[in-house]
């Protein structure tokens, strides 16, 4: 169990170009989340996968982003048209619940993006 | 909608001091309310977890407790050390979702 990773660690890039983060959940579990956080704030909620299948995404998820997870394993997280808003840790967890009262999620190092 | 709030946003101690954190949260209807330790530029460490059934959980140092009824949480730190110093966040899920729904963070100092 090597835990949570996530890749690049840092990424700076400029206005308007893609990028990709990759995330590698712990090997079991087969729910996987990612968050954003900017300075000085607590996460917040993007999307979250069940194996395969997204199944909730928040409005902060606009249509320049899109996440995917293809065979429920890593998953990764795209943003077209990078604008400075953009700029934030972006945060991967997951989790192998078995109730919800008891379900931990398990956070990775993040990814910090900044957009020029 | 859930709104999770964090009092006070930064604290800054000296080293030995007991400590209280506090979280409050605006819907009782939770899964379960979540401890998080951020080291600067670092991920999220679990501290503590308490079911809504439970009314509190012990780790080492550490003791958060959960009203669920009033909608609130406390981290309680006893005899602090510089290594605790860190940003303190708590989460919680809401019933019917699996999303963590954060505070903002205490950022906690303790002076050697």
């Known amino acids: 169990d090597t835990g949570v990773s996530q890749d690049p660690r840092h990424k700076i890039t400029k206005r308007g170009q893609n990028v990709t983060f990759r995330c590698d959940p712990i090997?079991?579990?087969?729910?996987l989340y990612w968050y954003r956080q900017t300075l000085g704030q607590g996460p917040e909620f993007l999307t979250y996968?069940?194996?395969?299948?997204?199944?909730?995404k928040s409005r902060l998820l606009s249509d320049r982003f899109s996440a995917e997870r293809p065979k429920g394993s890593f998953s990764t997280l795209e943003i077209q048209r990078t604008e400075q808003g953009d700029s934030a840790m972006y945060l991967c967890?997951?989790?192998?619940?078995?109730?919800?009262?008891?379900?931990?999620?398990?956070f990775g190092p993040g990814t910090r993006l900044t957009v020029l | 909608k859930q709104e999770v709030t964090q009092i006070p946003a930064a604290l800054s101690v000296p080293e030995g001091e007991n400590l209280v954190l506090n979280c409050s949260f605006t819907?009782?209807?939770?899964?379960?309310l979540q401890w998080f330790r951020q080291d600067p530029g670092k991920g999220l460490t679990s501290l503590l977890l308490?079911?809504?059934?439970?009314r509190e959980q012990t780790s080492g140092r550490l003791n958060a407790s959960l009203d669920k009824s009033s909608g609130r949480s406390t981290l309680y730190i006893a005899a602090s050390q510089p290594g605790d110093s860190a940003t303190y966040l708590c989460?919680?899920?809401?019933?019917?979702?699996?999303?963590?729904?954060f505070g903002t963070g205490t950022r906690l100092k303790v002076l050697a």
């Open positions: 967890a997951s989790s192998q619940p078995r109730v919800p009262s008891t379900d931990t999620q398990y």
């Open positions: 090997s079991e579990h087969n729910r």
């Open positions: 996968f069940q194996n395969e299948a997204q199944l909730e």
């Open positions: 819907d009782s209807a939770i899964y379960n």
């Open positions: 308490i079911q809504s059934s439970q």
């Open positions: 989460a919680v899920t809401t019933s019917g979702t699996y999303k963590y729904i």
